[in-house]
Nanobody, 115 residues
């Protein structure tokens, strides 16, 4: 089982990034997918989630209107489009796959928002 995040990096405030999470080793279409983030010295927090069929997108209040989660069940990918980035969005971003039986996490990708 693997979840591999990519797309992080350094971006200026107001900029955009698109994170990707590639899933393998399990039946991706049977799992809800969620993005979390963890900033230095802070607890890991939920950013956005999407159900197994690609609906039911939900967002933390602090990203509503700026971030969009989506998935491709053919490519076994989940994405997080991040717009209007702020310095407080700086964190390691993780994807998570979960259903009633299993719970998998990726290793994370660093996002740094700074001028």
């Amino acid at each position: 089982v693997q979840l591999v995040e990519s797309g992080g990096g350094l971006v200026q405030p107001g900029g955009s990034l698109r994170l990707s999470c590639a899933a393998s080793g399990f039946t991706f279409s049977r799992y809800g997918m969620t993005w979390y983030r963890q900033a230095p010295g802070k607890e890991r927090e939920l950013v956005a989630g999407i159900n197994s069929a690609g609906g039911g997108a939900n967002y933390a209040d602090f990203v509503k209107g700026r971030f969009t989660i989506s998935r491709d069940n053919v490519k076994n990918m989940v994405y997080l489009q991040m717009n209007s980035l702020k310095p407080e969005d700086t964190a390691v971003y993780y994807c998570r796959a979960r259903n009633w039986a299993n719970d998998y996490w990726g290793q994370g990708t660093q996002v740094t928002v700074s001028s």
